[in-house]
């Protein structure tokens, strides 16, 4: 019988991966398939095991044979790329029409082109890979002074124009005004910075002290670096 599963890239798809697998050791029987291999390829990544523990150990047991040969009888499966509903997709079972054809062939071909749904589902978990490393890039606090030309020097503007620079992984936080003598005024202002995306020397260099903001800042020094 043959069955389908909604988009396994999803919450709601793993939920419903989850309930199926419910008492089973494989997707067809107690024997590795080539529909195991199908589901485990529309998979992003290994499921967490708090929240899917059945399919966690599915998908080790399947990634621990995939070098295998695989003896089971494949009864069929197909992983559509349509968006799930906003409960978790039902497993449905396929016509028979379809349940007929997918029997015609018990092997799996390892070298055989790849479909556009498995291009799709690669390209996916490519991008989800990429996403996660750059989400977990180290991050740092910044505490730096911003010190003006002279006493004449509009530190509202100051600020504003420091403020105006937007970088991705840039963020500014709190800011106070500091005397330093003679009636003059540093800013003295936080920022926080993903450390892959922003450099302090380049910030410094090619933008705090650079045209239009030197106008109004002179120079600017790092007071405190701290990994976060």
């Known amino acids: 019988m043959a069955v389908t599963f909604s988009d396994l890239q999803t919450e709601a798809g793993l939920k419903a991966l989850e309930a199926f697998l419910s008492g089973k050791t ?18 992003l990544d290994k499921p967490s095991a708090d929240l899917y523990p059945t399919a966690s150990k599915w998908y080790e047991c399947v990634a621990s044979q995939l070098a295998s040969s695989f003896p089971g009888k494949s009864l ?41 749904e498995e291009k799709k589902a690669a390209e996916a978990r490519d991008q989800a890979k990429a996403s996660t490393k750059k989400k977990e890039s180290g991050k740092s606090s910044v505490l730096m002074d911003v010190k003006p030309w002279d006493d004449e020097t509009d ?26 003598g003679y009636g003059i ?44």
């Open 155 to 180: 530190m509202k503007k100051l600020e504003e124009a420091v403020r105006s620079v937007e970088l991705e992984g840039l963020h500014w936080g709190q800011s106070k005004l500091v005397p330093v």
């Open 76 to 116: 069929g499966v197909r992983v559509s790329a349509q968006a799930p509903s906003e409960e978790a997709a039902p497993v449905k079972e396929a016509p028979k029409e379809a349940e007929a054809a997918a029997e015609d062939d018990d092997d799996l071909d390892l070298f055989a082109d790849e479909t556009e």
């Open 185 to 228: 005024k540093k800013m003295t202002i936080m920022l926080t910075i993903v450390d892959d995306l922003v450099s302090v020397d380049d910030l410094i260099e090619d933008r705090l002290t650079a045209e239009p903001i030197n106008e109004y800042v002179q120079s600017c020094d790092i007071v405190a670096f701290n990994k976060i």
């Open 26 to 43: 494989y997707i067809s029987g107690d024997q590795i398939t080539k529909d195991d291999v199908k589901v485990y390829a529309a998979v």
